[in-house]
């Protein structure tokens, strides 16, 4: 999976808003990357917003921390590639 950076970037603030009060519920603390979207739930709203990407790859990752790499590569020329366990 390649995402790109900017376009994640935009995809996660359109998705903030569920992420933003805290909640003791693991499975809300996650971002869902899947078929060229990025979801998030807090149970009660769910929100979906377009992300451009290549590969057909899934992965649930925790907002912050996807939030973190997105801001690391800011610039939007870098690609994140999220490569499956076992084929690093």
Known sequence: MTINTESLRNALQMV???FKSKTTIAATEHVLISGGYVSGTDLTTSIRAKVEM????EIAVR???ILKTAEAC???EITLEIIPTGEA
Do not use: C, I, L
């Open 74 to 76: 800011r610039n939007g």
């Open 63 to 65: 907002y912050e921390e």
């Open 16 to 18: 903030a808003p569920v």
């Open 54 to 57: 290549e590969g057909d790859e």
